[in-house]
């Protein structure tokens, strides 16, 4: 019976270290997959007889057994690409996707962040796995539900001007020139300056602003666009949209602003715009210093600075995702908006998850169910974009294991082979 059991031993660590090779050729062999953690193979001993009844007789061994395979979660280093879309996680948690894997249709959990953005805009994993997240709603604040994250294809509407603010010097020691004409602005003005303002439907029309001197430290300005641009004008002939006064301090500070009418009839656009042109801090319009926009000092007349909130209609043009896994928007026209936000789960016990392939896992009974969140909360990872997180396996290790496997598989063989000559002397007794 001894040298029987000796065969049988011999047998179950041959099996026991050939499945630990595949363990270990299963780690080379996904050294360069994305997100991939390697796995180690843990061996128990097994008994040769049953431990009830046992009392103090002596346990004798049957051999080794392969108990499971555990997955090793070190984080892997991290590889910058050139892809805003190439996400990795720095820390705990997992990517969710949804799809279909293996004919089971669901949420998957991956840490491989090889995603792009398809012909329907959405985010999606190389096999077509939905990246899930929360959309931003249209007020700019963030969702709740889980879902697909669609961050192409989408479109800004065009916004009309309302506020144009500008910062100009205009020179004190102009002289007051011819009055003012509408038909002759130029020879009839001091200084020029010129503003792109938007109308209902995202034209861009081109307004200059003149300024006239009128007296000590006054000025008037008047802002022209040219006739074709308006409703009933006539092109080629400059016409007033709106116009005001503004009067400065012996300092050169501005002390009042006083805009008069402001009316713009853009052409096919909603009529009557009104557009707001602020120069500053005025002193007493503003209650301000007067020197954080407009000033008058012995200076050649500039622009210093200018703005508007109008806009033309765009579309996605790019996305950028923060640490946190929003998603914003860069459009075509300048804008940039939150499109939303990428999940992140994490689980009681990573050790419980059941890998699916793909790179994929479930979550199972012994994992507990995903919690599901952003990133860098509730112990959750950051999001690194442009970057992707690689396998954790290490050739050396995998190479010293694999070595050690094939010694324990010669030295069973051996016993294997000693335990047959055994049994072959046990036949030639009788001989």
Not at 36 to 51: N, P, T, W
Not at 94 to 112: L, S
């Given at each position: 019976m001894s040298i029987l059991r000796s065969l049988n031993t011999g047998a179950s660590g041959l099996r026991a270290h050939s499945e630990a090779m595949s363990v270990t050729s299963d780690n080379l062999a996904n050294v360069n997959t994305v997100g991939y953690k390697r796995s180690r193979a843990v061996f128990e001993d097994i008994l040769g007889r049953s431990i009830a009844g046992a009392g103090n007789v002596p346990q004798a061994g049957a051999g080794s057994a392969l108990a499971h395979i555990e997955q090793m979660w070190s984080q892997g280093a991290l590889l910058t690409t050139d892809?805003?879309?190439d996400l990795a996680l720095s820390g705990d948690g997992f990517f969710v996707v949804n799809g279909n894997a293996g004919g089971t249709p669901g949420n998957f959990f991956t840490r491989a962040g090889q995603f792009h953005i398809d012909n329907a805009g959405k985010l999606v994993n190389s096999d077509g796995f939905d990246l899930q997240?929360?959309?931003?709603n249209v007020?700019?604040?963030m969702g709740s539900t889980l879902g697909d994250l669609t961050v192409g294809g989408g479109t800004v509407p065009a916004n009309a001007t309302t506020q144009s603010d500008l910062a100009i010097n205009l020179d004190s020691n102009s002289t007051v020139p011819a009055a003012w004409d509408p038909a002759n602005p130029d020879s009839t003005s001091n200084f020029s300056t010129g503003v792109t303002v938007y109308d209902s439907l995202g034209n861009a029309r081109q307004t200059t602003l003149y300024f006239r001197k009128t007296g000590s430290n006054s000025w008037e300005w008047h802002a022209m666009v040219d006739g074709g641009e308006l409703t009933g004008g006539t092109?080629?002939?400059?016409?007033?949209?709106?116009?005001?006064?503004?009067?400065?301090?012996?300092d050169g500070a501005l002390d009042t602003e006083t805009p008069g009418a402001s009316t713009w009839n853009f052409v096919d656009a909603t009529p009557g715009q009104t557009i707001a042109f602020d120069f500053g801090d005025a002193i007493t319009t503003d209650g301000g210093t007067g020197l954080a926009?407009?000033?008058q000092f012995a200076a050649a007349s500039t622009t210093n600075g200018l703005s508007q909130d109008g806009y033309g209609a765009g579309a996605v043009a790019g996305i950028s995702v923060a640490s946190d896994g929003e998603i914003t928007g860069v459009f075509t026209n300048g804008q940039r908006r939150v499109l939303g936000q990428v999940a992140v789960a994490d689980f009681e016990s990573v050790a419980g998850l059941e890998r699916a392939g793909q790179n994929l896992w479930t979550e199972t009974q012994a994992s507990g169910q995903a919690l599901i969140g952003g990133a860098e909360s509730g112990g959750r990872g950051a999001i690194v974009s442009g970057a992707l997180e690689q396998s954790?396996?290490?050739?050396g290790t995998e190479f010293v294991n694999l070595i050690t496997y094939q010694r324990g598989f010669?030295?069973?063989s051996r016993v294997i082979t000693t335990a047959d000559e055994m049994y072959n002397e046990l036949v030639n007794?009788?001989?």
């Amino acid at each position: 019976m001894s040298i029987l059991r000796s065969l049988n031993t011999g047998a179950s660590g041959l099996r026991a270290h050939s499945e630990a090779m595949s363990v270990t050729s299963d780690n080379l062999a996904n050294v360069n997959t994305v997100g991939y953690k390697r796995s180690r193979a843990v061996f128990e001993d097994i008994l040769g007889r049953s431990i009830a009844g046992a009392g103090n007789v002596p346990q004798a061994g049957a051999g080794s057994a392969l108990a499971h395979i555990e997955q090793m979660w070190s984080q892997g280093a991290l590889l910058t690409t050139d892809s805003p879309t190439d996400l990795a996680l720095s820390g705990d948690g997992f990517f969710v996707v949804n799809g279909n894997a293996g004919g089971t249709p669901g949420n998957f959990f991956t840490r491989a962040g090889q995603f792009h953005i398809d012909n329907a805009g959405k985010l999606v994993n190389s096999d077509g796995f939905d990246l899930q997240g929360y959309t931003s709603n249209v007020d700019g604040t963030m969702g709740s539900t889980l879902g697909d994250l669609t961050v192409g294809g989408g479109t800004v509407p065009a916004n009309a001007t309302t506020q144009s603010d500008l910062a100009i010097n205009l020179d004190s020691n102009s002289t007051v020139p011819a009055a003012w004409d509408p038909a002759n602005p130029d020879s009839t003005s001091n200084f020029s300056t010129g503003v792109t303002v938007y109308d209902s439907l995202g034209n861009a029309r081109q307004t200059t602003l003149y300024f006239r001197k009128t007296g000590s430290n006054s000025w008037e300005w008047h802002a022209m666009v040219d006739g074709g641009e308006l409703t009933g004008g006539t092109a080629g002939t400059p016409t007033e949209g709106a116009s005001g006064t503004l009067t400065f301090t012996t300092d050169g500070a501005l002390d009042t602003e006083t805009p008069g009418a402001s009316t713009w009839n853009f052409v096919d656009a909603t009529p009557g715009q009104t557009i707001a042109f602020d120069f500053g801090d005025a002193i007493t319009t503003d209650g301000g210093t007067g020197l954080a926009g407009s000033t008058q000092f012995a200076a050649a007349s500039t622009t210093n600075g200018l703005s508007q909130d109008g806009y033309g209609a765009g579309a996605v043009a790019g996305i950028s995702v923060a640490s946190d896994g929003e998603i914003t928007g860069v459009f075509t026209n300048g804008q940039r908006r939150v499109l939303g936000q990428v999940a992140v789960a994490d689980f009681e016990s990573v050790a419980g998850l059941e890998r699916a392939g793909q790179n994929l896992w479930t979550e199972t009974q012994a994992s507990g169910q995903a919690l599901i969140g952003g990133a860098e909360s509730g112990g959750r990872g950051a999001i690194v974009s442009g970057a992707l997180e690689q396998s954790n396996v290490d050739i050396g290790t995998e190479f010293v294991n694999l070595i050690t496997y094939q010694r324990g598989f010669q030295a069973n063989s051996r016993v294997i082979t000693t335990a047959d000559e055994m049994y072959n002397e046990l036949v030639n007794l009788k001989r």
